[in-house]
Each structure stands twice: as structure tokens, then as C-alpha cells.
């Protein structure tokens, strides 16, 4: 029996994926949850459940190569690579933040973001700012940063930023305004489309048990 690999990202939705993960059947060992261990890959109380621990920005890729047959994802990494081989059927409601368009106070004092026409902005999601400035009539150059955005304007790599925030204040502590909500994010389960066909039985059943925790 082919055994089900399941792909959690590290970092901030750790602690409320572990509330509900630690209630099924197939609950993790609980060094997963350890931020100080090494290690990559884990067993559950279920023989046929692995998990493996990954970047959440590589938690889409993995399962949509099918390295592993499920996984949990932000709806903006979801959207972001857009994979035809994922299929995203359950809303966690966990890891609630936004993802907004961002420019340092300085600019906006001068300038109406309703003229804006060329711009460029730093951000680790590129599809998702061409796409959201094209609907405006904005061209974009995206600069593909994969973390600390809030320095690139400080740093006169740019003026502007799209980035996910929650409270905002990093945003302020670096001389940063929330202009516009791209999208509001939460975590999703995700499946991989072809695993799903030949494990239904076995990927359902999961799903199912997850569906009952979700609050």
C-alpha cells in the first residue's frame, strides 16, 4: 500500500495547524512542531501517513510534482503559481492575513496612486502584482525579492511593495502605507489531482477528518 506524504510549511501557521493536526488519526510526531529539530520528515500514528516539513512558499510545489500527494498552502502561493495539477478543496481557516500594495509615506504625499501609470515595485509575488496592475492599466516591473520587502523602498529599489500583512505595523515601523487589498489569504488544503484519482478512497478520508476539525 503506497503511503500518503503530506507537505507542512514552516513558519507562522505552525501553532494553529498543530491544534488540529494533533486531533486525527494520522496526528504527526510531535517534533515536527519543534522549531529547534532538523529534521525534514516525520511519522504519524498512522503507518501510512508521512509528513514532510517545507518552506511554505514550496509547499505548492512539492505536491503539485507530486513529492507529496497533499499539502497546506496560503491562498496566495495557491494563486501565485497557479499549478493545473492542484486542487485546493478545503479552507482551513487558519493563517488569516492579506496581501496589499504598499508605498512609503514620503510618495504618497506626492503623488495619487490613481495616477500612477509605470511603476516598479518589489515583491515575492510577481504574477499576482502583473496581473492586479494590468486590471488598473498600471505596467509593473516586478522585482522578485523572498523576504524583508519593507527594505527595498529605504533602499531606493523602489517606492512601492506587495507584500502580505496582518497588523500592519511592520509596514509603519519602516515608513510604509497599505494603499489597496490585493486579496485576503488563508491556509487550504491542497491535493495533487492525479494522487487524488488513484487514492481516492485514502486522500478523501483525510480530507474528511480535517473538514470535521475546521471550526
Known amino acids: 500500500m503506497s503511503k500518503i506524504i503530506i507537505a507542512i510549511p514552516r513558519g507562522r501557521i505552525i501553532k494553529e495547524l498543530k491544534v488540529i493536526l494533533m486531533k ?24 501510512n501517513v508521512n509528513f514532510i516539513k517545507v518552506r511554505a512558499f514550496d509547499a505548492c510545489t512539492f505536491v503539485a510534482f507530486g513529492a507529496a500527494q497533499i499539502g497546506i498552502a496560503g491562498e496566495d502561493v495557491i494563486k501565485e503559481f497557479d499549478y493545473s495539477e492542484l486542487y485546493a478543496p478545503l479552507e482551513l481557516n487558519i493563517g488569516h492575513c492579506r496581501l496589499s500594495v504598499a508605498a512609503l509615506k ?7 496612486p490613481e495616477t500612477w501609470s509605470n511603476i516598479r515595485v518589489a515583491t515575492k509575488y510577481p504574477n499576482i502584482s502583473k496581473e492586479y ?12 525579492l523572498n523576504g524583508s520587502m519593507e527594505l527595498a523602498p529605504s533602499l531606493n529599489m523602489c517606492r512601492r511593495i506587495v507584500d502580505l500583512v496582518s497588523t500592519g505595523a511592520t509596514l509603519k515601523a519602516n515608513g510604509l502605507r497599505e494603499i489597496d487589498e490585493i486579496m485576503k489569504v488563508q491556509s487550504k488544503l491542497i491535493i495533487n489531482r492525479s494522487a487524488f484519482k ?11 477528518e480535517i473538514k470535521l476539525l475546521v471550526k
Request: no cysteine; aromatic share 8%; net charge positive.
Open 24 to 47: 486525527t488519526s494520522f496526528a504527526p510526531e510531535s517534533e515536527m512542531f519543534d522549531d529547534k529539530s532538523r529534521k525534514l520528515t516525520f511519522l504519524s500514528k498512522n503507518k
Open 133 to 144: 496592475f494590468a486590471k488598473k492599466g498600471v505596467q509593473v516591473e516586478a522585482i522578485k
Open 106 to 112: 514620503t510618495l504618497l504625499k506626492k503623488e495619487d
Open 198 to 208: 488513484t487514492n481516492n478512497k485514502k486522500i478523501q478520508n483525510i480530507i474528511d
